[in-house]
């Protein structure tokens, strides 16, 4: 069955540092990945996908996550934050077995300081 | 043009009312979803339409009774709502295939009293 761990529920960072959101995933097949963010009140919007190309995949607002199926890690980065990035982040999974089924992570809520 | 619509935004109802939440896009997608989300926690699957067929019922309460008159247009409707019913009514749509991406609405925020 697909399962998908995000380790930290909480990251806070200073803007203008480093953002890192972890992933791990479980999957019997060659799996998608997607990371979504979610700002208050608002749906979900697509920040970049992983599909058995590249990798490193870059998307938009500067994120980008590399695929390490040794791993099973898809994690999230951005070389520096702004203050619009603090919102929640979902990693999602699905592999051929589930179809449609998108399985969803718990969350890590991003704050970003001043 | 990559929109899904979502409307009402919000909706405030009693547990003898009957209510109808709509969604609608027009990205060409054969597949469209009902997600429920409670504060703090990620979408959980209600519905799947597949070619305009419900292809997935995560085993929901028949209170919620989805419909798809078209490929374009996806209603959930509701009755005899219970407040742990309140919560984010999340639609969304795709191509259909595991690898597709799939474009969240705004959501519909219902209250149940």
């Known amino acids: 069955a697909q399962s998908v761990t995000q380790l930290d529920s909480h990251v806070s960072v200073s803007e203008g540092t480093p953002v890192l959101l972890r992933c791990n995933y479980s999957?019997?097949?060659?799996?998608?990945l997607f990371w979504y963010v979610q700002h208050p009140n608002k749906g979900l919007q697509l920040l970049l996908k992983?599909?058995?190309?590249?990798?490193l995949v870059k998307g938009i607002n500067g994120f980008e996550a590399e695929f390490k199926k040794s791993e099973t890690s898809f994690h999230l980065t951005k070389p520096s934050a702004h203050m619009s990035d603090a919102a929640e982040y979902f990693c999602v999974v699905s592999d051929r077995n589930y179809g449609q089924n998108f399985v969803f992570g718990p969350g890590t809520r991003l704050s970003v300081l001043p | 043009d990559t929109e899904v619509t979502q409307t009402p935004k919000h909706l405030v109802m009693g547990m003898t009312n009957k209510k109808s939440l709509k969604c609608e896009q027009h990205m060409g997608h054969r597949a469209m979803y009902w997600y429920k989300q409670k504060a703090k926690k990620p979408p959980e699957l209600m519905f799947v339409y597949s070619y305009e067929k419900l292809s997935i019922n995560e085993s929901v309460p028949s209170r919620f009774s989805p419909e798809c008159p078209n490929s374009s247009l996806l209603n959930l409707h509701l009755h005899a709502l219970q407040p742990e019913d309140s919560a984010l009514y999340l639609c969304a749509s795709s191509l259909g295939g595991y690898t597709d991406t799939q474009y969240f609405g705004p959501g519909t925020r219902l209250t149940v009293l």
């Open positions: 999957s019997s097949y060659s799996p998608s």
């Open positions: 992983y599909t058995s190309a590249a990798t």
